[in-house]
Structure formats: structure tokens, C-alpha cells
């Protein structure tokens, strides 16, 4: 064997066996067949009226009093899903995130164990000035590992 076919098949080989070593490590972690598509932005409820299966269970459900006093606390609950979505160790939440209007407010990091289920209890005290027009919009969102980042909001008033 020469030289030059030497290197080549050399270097072939290393590529091919780093293609199947990835394919195989991408397998083992996500065997599902992920729709890339969920990942390339937001995901929202398209109709409300006619919700998919997918919409049911991902956008993030949240739950807050319609109305709140300023400097008072109450509680905001954000459940991912109508019914709460699985939490496997090759399907999970990964986080749930809340933000009052576009200003990041918390977020709870979940791990896939199982045990724990996609539900978060955000506990806030909104100040007047943070509503000039007396109403304030809670947003939301979560990230699945297989079908991307889902985000929802309500309005509540601010008196
Ligand atoms: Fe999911």
C-alpha cells in the first residue's frame, strides 16, 4: 500500500467511525425522531378553539387571579399541558420560566428522573409602577428535549 492510500483510507476511516460513534450516542439519549421543526422558534397555540394533541400537551397552562393589589402577594401556577406532561428520562421538561410582561422572573430547572412532575408555583408582589395601564401580562414558557420551547400568556389587572 502506498503512502497516499494509506492516508486516505486512514482518514476515511476515522470520519466513518466518528459518523457512527455520533449517530450511536444521539440514539442512545433521543431514540425518538425529533421534529426539528419544534426547535427553530416559539411554539403557541395556533387556534384556541381547535387545539392539537401537541398544543394540549405542551403550552404552558397558567393559573393567576384575575385581579391583584399592588405590594400584594399572590400566587402564579404554570402546569405544563391540560394534563401534565410526561417525565421520562427520554421525554421530559426540562424548565418552566415565568416573566411579567417581557422581563425574566424565574425559573425552576427540572430534572428526568420521573418523580417530578411539570408544575411550578411562582409566588410575586407587583409594585404600581410596573403597570401603568393597570394590567400586566404574565408569560409562560417551557422547553421540552423533544419538541422545543412552548410559550402562553394572560393579561391580569394591576389595581
Ligand atoms: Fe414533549
Same mark, same amino acid.
Given at each position: 500500500? #502506498? ?23 444521539? *440514539? ?6 425529533? #421534529?426539528?421543526? %419544534?426547535? *427553530? ?5 395556533? #387556534?384556541?378553539? +381547535?387545539?392539537? &394533541?401537541?398544543?394540549?400537551? $405542551? ?7 384575575? @385581579? /391583584? ?6 400566587? /402564579?401556577?404554570?402546569? /405544563?399541558?391540560?394534563? %401534565? $406532561?410526561?417525565?421520562? &428520562?427520554? $421525554?421530559?421538561? =426540562? ?7 417581557? *422581563?425574566?422572573?424565574? +425559573?425552576?430547572?427540572?430534572?428526568? +428522573? ?9 409566588? %410575586?408582589?407587583?409594585? +404600581? ?12 414558557? =417551557? $422547553? ?10 394572560? #393579561?391580569? @389587572?394591576?389595581?
Amino acid at each position: 500500500m #502506498d503512502r497516499r492510500l494509506f492516508l486516505k483510507t486512514a482518514v476515511m476511516g476515522s470520519i466513518s467511525t466518528g459518523l457512527i460513534s455520533t449517530t450511536a450516542f444521539a *440514539e442512545r439519549y433521543f431514540p425518538v425522531k425529533v #421534529d426539528q421543526s %419544534l426547535f *427553530e422558534g416559539i411554539n403557541r397555540v395556533k #387556534d384556541p378553539a +381547535k387545539k392539537t &394533541p401537541l398544543e394540549k400537551g $405542551h403550552v404552558p397552562v397558567i393559573i393567576a387571579p384575575a @385581579s /391583584v393589589k399592588a405590594g400584594e402577594m399572590f400566587s /402564579v401556577e404554570v402546569a /405544563v399541558g391540560e394534563n %401534565l $406532561h410526561p417525565m421520562g &428520562p427520554n $421525554h421530559w421538561i =426540562q424548565d418552566i420560566e415565568l416573566y411579567i410582561g417581557n *422581563e425574566p422572573a424565574g +425559573k425552576v430547572t427540572m430534572q428526568s +428522573k420521573g418523580y417530578l412532575k411539570p408544575k411550578a408555583t411562582f409566588t %410575586l408582589a407587583l409594585q +404600581k409602577d410596573s403597570a401603568p395601564s393597570g394590567k400586566v401580562t404574565l408569560v409562560a414558557a =417551557q $422547553h421540552c428535549n423533544l419538541h422545543g420551547y412552548w410559550e402562553s400568556n394572560i #393579561d391580569i @389587572s394591576l389595581t
